[in-house]
């Protein structure tokens, strides 16, 4: 596994927000971008040699999460695919008499790309509940069962695991009570999941799942859907029919292309890769807790992704910390930073119930097969010069 580029003394330490391409994806792309440049649904040499591409990344992708190809539609990233998972099940339904009383579910503490699709069905008169999660951001099963019990329940989306404070859901525990209790279909947004946990589609019994490339060393813009069922999703781009129609438009051919290429490195192997980044991880938050006063890990550290750290510095801002540690020439985040940056306090660390406080002092660290021990020591060093100096501006006691 090579990295493409080498920036230099920069660190990096954002790769929940995303990923470099690897070189050897960059060479298996390359082609792609020249000679390739037949139209994949061509009828003559040019256009066979890229959907044959194609369907090779095809295999990949469904490899690395235990489907059959045909199951795997390309979308143009995670965010697209949430969208066709949710609205395209919900959306041919309409509000009618039949389903008024219709309930969707998802939980609270999903990635914008879900909350949003689900605010607009919402807005269209349906009826969506957001189940809690407890403090250390995992999902209340007890809720969940509570509300399928009750309610005419169409359709349940909760992630694999999360963007900020990489805590992993119990999908199998979540999909059996669902289908147990309901005809709903059960939507996974398993976008930062991929790659770094196993995850088989048949094992975690979900009916959709969706993917992303550039969080796995792929190129951005592409991402897939896994459809158990493809039927019972409608369109959102009607077009010329790509996709078995489930996405019509010309394919992103180069970028699918290096889509299966981080999927087949990234199954190649899946558990030796990512424990050296837990360790290194695990090192990290030790010694972070063990050298600067008064702040703490949020989310589980049990069930977490691999390469997640999430920091509670209370008496500073979260946003501060970044600049800081910007020039000292390290990448890191305060949490979500696929959104906009809009400063508004993170909706999943409020619903995991921290005070304004922890949640204005909140930092993400995510680590990637590029950083090394030096860099990690190279960042304790800078974080506890960062939280002593803003402590010390804010007056907040820093022993
Ligand atoms: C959990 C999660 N879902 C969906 C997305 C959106 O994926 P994409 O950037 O490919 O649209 C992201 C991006 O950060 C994410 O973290």
Same mark, same amino acid.
Request: glycine letters at 14%; aromatic letters at 4%.
């Given at each position: 596994m090579t990295l493409a580029m080498n920036q230099g003394d920069l660190i990096y330490f954002d790769n929940a927000a995303s990923t470099p391409v690897l070189s050897e994806v960059i060479q298996e792309m390359v082609p792609y971008l020249g000679n390739h440049y037949g139209n994949p649904s061509s009828q003559h040499t040019f256009g066979f040699n890229t959907s044959r591409a194609i369907e090779k990344a095809r295999r990949y992708v469904a490899y690395l999460i235990g489907s059959s190809p045909d199951e795997i539609t390309f979308t143009s990233g995670g965010t697209e695919a949430n969208n066709l998972a949710i609205k395209g099940s919900i959306?041919?339904?309409? /509000?009618?008499? $039949?389903?008024?009383g219709t309930v969707l579910i998802s939980s609270s503490i999903e990635h914008d790309s879900v909350l949003q699709p689900f605010n607009s069905l919402k807005a269209q008169g349906f009826n969506v509940k957001f189940v809690e999660v407890n403090r250390e951001g995992i999902v209340n099963l007890e809720s969940l069962l509570e509300i399928l019990k009750k309610d005419k329940v169409m359709l349940v989306s909760i992630m694999l695991a999360n963007n900020e404070v990489g805590t992993i859901q119990p999908i199998k525990e979540l999909t059996k009570i669902t289908h147990e209790n309901s005809n709903a279909l059960f939507h996974c947004d398993a976008v930062q999941a991929l790659g770094k946990i196993p995850?088989?589609?048949?094992? #975690?019994?979900? $009916? #959709? #799942?969706s993917l992303s490339s550039h969080k796995i060393y792929g190129p951005k813009g592409v991402g897939a859907i896994y459809t158990r069922d493809r039927d019972q999703l409608t369109p959102? /781009? $009607?077009?010329?029919?790509? =996709?078995?129609?489930?996405?019509s438009g010309t394919e992103n051919v180069y970028g699918i292309?290096?889509?299966?290429?981080?999927?087949? /490195?990234?199954?190649?192997?899946?558990? =030796?890769?990512?424990?050296?980044i837990k360790k290194l991880r695990d090192y990290l938050i030790d010694r972070v807790l063990s050298t600067i006063p008064r702040c703490h890990v949020n989310g589980s550290r049990s069930q977490r992704l691999p390469n997640n750290a999430h920091f509670s510095f209370p008496g500073v801002k979260g946003e501060d910390i970044i600049v800081k540690l910007n020039e000292y020439g390290i990448a890191a985040s305060t949490g979500a930073a696929c959104s906009s940056n809009k400063a508004k306090p993170s909706h999943v660390l409020?619903?995991?119930?921290?005070?304004l406080l922890e949640i204005e002092g909140s930092l993400r660290l995510t680590l990637g097969h590029q950083n090394t021990m030096y860099e990690v020591e190279r960042v304790i060093l800078a974080l506890e010069e960062t939280i002593k100096e803003l402590r010390r501006h804010s007056g907040f006691p820093n022993n």
């Open positions: 959306s041919r339904l309409g /509000i009618n008499n $039949d389903n008024k995850i088989d589609v048949k094992h #975690l019994d979900v $009916d #959709l #799942l959102l /781009i $009607d077009g010329g029919g790509q =996709e078995k129609s489930l996405r292309v290096g889509f299966g290429g981080a999927c087949k /490195i990234a199954s190649a192997n899946l558990n =030796e890769n990512w424990s050296k409020k619903a995991m119930g921290l005070s």
